[in-house]
């Protein structure tokens, strides 16, 4: 019997990439870009282990106060952007599996293939001890599903199906997949909901995320004038029909937008508080230097009481097209 854990569940390590002087984010001030991947990083040590891939990791351990949970590890990479390259955790039978899936750089955007071997490096170099790992022929990024860690996926249509993955699946034909490798028991599809500036083709985890099994934290537009009004109101609606394991509706947690925030050329950025992270002891979220930063702070007290709630500012990772949950990776114990 296979399983994906829920991102709520013990979780071993979590997986950064630092950006280095041969990534888009040596553009401008290497140290600037730096800063919220270090900050991220000492969250998440804040609880749990935390493996930091980098170019030099005399260079990277230089630059926090305290390196406790954190071992530097180096491997060549174009991008950052783990969630989407680093490991796929499962269960299989109760023993940890990890899979690597082929990471097209979200449908051939970017040149990818150094990212693409992250995985078979890591695990060759024995951070992840005797735990098996399987590649897999199938383009999957782990920012594109959600687990609620009893068999249900929740996704996007136009990420999942769109041809530029793996040649334009079906919905069937992906559920068959997400059944063989995961032990998906059911998928929960999004057809409507983007966000501008987004270069995933609408990953779930800039939407919509598990909070539990019964919950579901999403984006929610309230401005009639905003772009993204009617898309996200459908998404609402459809996300209002989708039942529970047990028949009932979800409860939803409405997440705000921020204000619009622009690049210098005058290009939307993908600004989202849906794009937290859950580690062992924190639930660690975005902020934009917007007024709702503070908003989204009671909603996730709310949420997750027994965990320390860190914000980080994340403004200059959505210049380069991401967040915080799209900048790490957990490792399921």
């Known amino acids: 019997m296979k399983t994906m854990p829920a991102e709520w569940e013990r979780q071993q390590c979590v997986l950064m990439s630092f950006p280095h002087e041969e990534t888009d984010w040596a553009k401008g001030d290497l140290n600037e870009a730096l800063s919220p991947f270090i900050r991220i990083a000492q ?33 060549p990479t174009n991008d950052t952007w783990i969630r989407d390259y680093g490991y796929i955790s499962i269960k299989e039978d109760g023993q940890r599996k990890l899979l690597d899936f082929t990471f097209d750089s979200w449908g051939g955007k970017f040149e990818a293939s150094l990212d693409n071997s992250v995985n078979t490096l890591l695990h060759q170099k024995g951070y992840m001890g005797i735990t098996p790992l399987e590649s897999i022929d199938m383009v999957l990024e782990g920012g594109s599903i959600e687990s609620d860690g009893q068999g249900t996926i929740l996704t996007t249509t136009e990420c999942l199906c769109n041809p530029n ?96 925030i622009y690049n210098d050329e005058g ?43 860190i914000p980080i500012n994340c403004l200059r990772l959505i210049e380069e097209g991401g967040s915080l949950h799209c900048s790490t990776m957990q490792v399921a114990y």
């Open 43 to 75: 969250a998440v040590a804040y609880s749990q282990a935390v493996y930091i891939i980098c170019k030099d990791k005399t260079k990277i351990a230089s630059m926090f106060c305290s390196t406790q949970n954190m071992t530097f590890i180096e491997i």
């Open 165 to 260: 993955r793996n040649g334009g699946l079906t919905k069937e034909q992906i559920e068959k997949k997400l059944t063989t490798y995961l032990g998906t028991q059911r998928v929960l599809w999004l057809d409507h909901g983007y966000l501008a500036g987004d270069d995933t083709d609408s990953h779930i985890d800039t939407l919509a995320r598990f909070v539990n099994p019964k919950t579901i934290a999403y984006v929610k537009c309230e401005e009639v004038e905003d772009e993204h009004y009617e898309a996200l109101k459908k998404m609402e609606v459809q996300l209002k029909g989708f039942t529970t394991l047990e028949g009932k509706p979800y409860t939803l947690i409405p997440l705000p937008m921020t204000h619009p």
């Open 267 to 309: 290009e939307r950025l993908p600004a989202t508080y849906a794009n937290f992270l859950i580690t062992n002891g924190a639930l660690i979220y975005p902020t934009y230097s917007d007024k709702n930063d503070k908003v989204v702070h009671e909603i996730f007290k709310d949420l997750f009481p027994d965990k320390e709630i």
